[in-house]
Nanobody
Framework: QVQLVESGGGLVQPGGSLTLSCGAS????????MGWYRQAPGKQRELVAT???????EYAVPVKGRFTISRDHAKNTVYLQMNSLKPEDTAVYYC???????????????WGRGTQVTVSS
């Protein structure tokens, strides 16, 4: 019904920058909050940042001041600008969106397949 497709991951040196994108398509009536999560090897998936429909944002403490989340409502897309990257930012980054598929329908959680970010010299 709904697909979330991430892009923009890759290999970057410490101190470098990357921008992740995630576009939503399919049966969408309205997208509520969107966000980014990450999962490092051997660790649980953790919240990175979220953004509401009104643009309110929240960030995990380790990324505050370095990452910026934004969205384009017209394109159903959320972005994650990552600056001053550190080796500990290495993880698979997943996009999340809370979507209502039909008028008066329930909100459902959708996830992308993830994009690898590796920070290494």
């Amino acid at each position: 019904q709904v697909q979330l497709v991430e892009s923009g991951g890759g290999l970057v040196q410490p101190g470098g920058s990357l921008t992740l994108s995630c576009g939503a398509s399919g049966r969408i009536f309205v997208i509520n909050a969107m966000g980014w999560y990450r999962q490092a090897p051997g660790k649980q998936r953790e919240l990175v940042a979220t953004i509401t429909t009104s643009g309110s944002t929240e960030y995990a403490v380790p990324v505050k001041g370095r990452f910026t989340i934004s969205r384009d409502h017209a394109k159903n897309t959320v972005y994650l600008q990552m600056n001053s990257l550190k080796p500990e930012d290495t993880a698979v980054y997943y996009c999340n969106a809370k979507i209502v598929n039909i008028y008066f329908g329930p909100e459902r959680d959708y996830w992308g397949r993830g994009t690898q970010v590796t920070v290494s010299s």
